[in-house]
T-cell receptor, first 113, second 114 residues
Framework: AQSVTQLGSHVSVSEGALVLLRCNYS??????LFWYVQYPNQGLQLLLK??????LVKGINGFEAEFKKSETSFHLTKPSAHMSDAAEYFC???????????FGKGTKLSVKP | NAGVTQTPKFQVLKTGQSMTLQCAQD?????MYWYRQDPGMGLRLIYY???????DKGEVPNGYNVSRLNKREFSLRLESAAPSQTSVYFC?????????????FGPGTRLTVL
C-alpha cells in the first residue's frame, strides 16, 4: 500500500531564505508523486508532479523537487522564499485502489519579512 | 472555462439535518472524487466515480451517499449530519483514473455541523 509522510507540520523561513519541505513515500510499485499548494480558503493547486520522466522536476512559482529512489524521498525546494509562498503544501502519491491520490498531512509554510 | 465548481461555499447544519453538496466540471473528465480535509489529517477519499453511472467507496464513506448524475456532475449527500462531519469538502476531477494524470480540485465547501 502507498503512503506519504511529510516531516514537519509547520515550517517557518525568512523572506529570501531557502525553502525545504520534506516528503517521504512508501510504495510497492514505482510511484507517481505530486506536490500541491493550498492558499488560505482555496482549493488545491498542482505545483509539480513526478511521472518517471526525469528525477528533477520543475514546477510553478520557482519550486522544484527531486525524486530519490534510494531515499524514498521527494522533497520540495525553492531557493528564495517570497511572502506570497505562505500556504499549506501537500505531498501525494498516486496509486490508491480507485486511482485516487494518497495525501500526506500537509506542511504549513510561514514566511517572515 | 470554470474548471471545477462547488456549491455551496459555506454551510452550517444542525445535527440530524440533511444536505447535498454539488460539484460540476466542464473539463470533460471521466473520473470524479470527493475528499474531506480535516486539520492535521490531509485529504481523505470519501467516494469516487470512474465514469457516469458508477461509484465506489473510498477510505471514509460512512454517513455519505453520492450520485453521478451525468458526466459533468457528482453530488455528495449527508442524510443525517453529525458533528464528526464538520470538515472542508473538496471535489476533484481527473481525465481518467490513471496514476499519472493530474487531479484538479474545486474551491471547497466548508461545512459546520452543530
Amino acid at each position: 500500500a502507498q503512503s506519504v509522510t511529510q516531516l514537519g507540520s509547520h515550517v517557518s523561513v525568512s523572506e529570501g531564505a531557502l525553502v525545504l519541505l520534506r516528503c517521504n513515500y512508501s510504495s510497492s510499485v514505482p510511484p507517481y508523486l505530486f506536490w500541491y499548494v493550498q492558499y488560505p480558503n482555496q482549493g488545491l493547486q498542482l505545483l509539480l508532479k513526478y511521472t518517471s520522466a526525469a528525477t528533477l522536476v520543475k514546477g510553478i512559482n520557482g519550486f522544484e523537487a527531486e525524486f530519490k529512489k534510494s531515499e524514498t524521498s521527494f522533497h520540495l525546494t525553492k531557493p528564495s522564499a517570497h511572502m506570497s509562498d505562505a500556504a499549506e503544501y501537500f505531498c501525494a502519491v498516486s496509486g490508491g485502489s480507485q486511482g485516487n491520490l494518497i495525501f500526506g498531512k500537509g506542511t504549513k509554510l510561514s514566511v517572515k519579512p | 472555462n470554470a474548471g471545477v465548481t462547488q456549491t455551496p461555499k459555506f454551510q452550517v447544519l444542525k445535527t440530524g439535518q440533511s444536505m447535498t453538496l454539488q460539484c460540476a466540471q466542464d473539463m470533460n473528465h471521466n473520473s470524479m472524487y470527493w475528499y474531506r480535509q480535516d486539520p492535521g489529517m490531509g485529504l481523505r477519499l470519501i467516494y469516487y466515480s470512474a465514469s457516469e453511472g458508477t461509484t465506489d467507496k473510498g477510505e471514509v464513506p460512512n454517513g455519505y451517499n453520492v450520485s453521478r448524475l451525468n458526466k459533468r456532475e457528482f453530488s455528495l449527500r449527508l442524510e443525517s449530519a453529525a458533528p464528526s462531519q464538520t470538515s472542508v469538502y473538496f471535489c476533484a476531477t481527473q481525465r481518467q483514473g490513471v496514476f499519472t494524470d493530474t487531479q484538479y480540485f474545486g474551491p471547497g465547501t466548508r461545512l459546520t455541523v452543530l
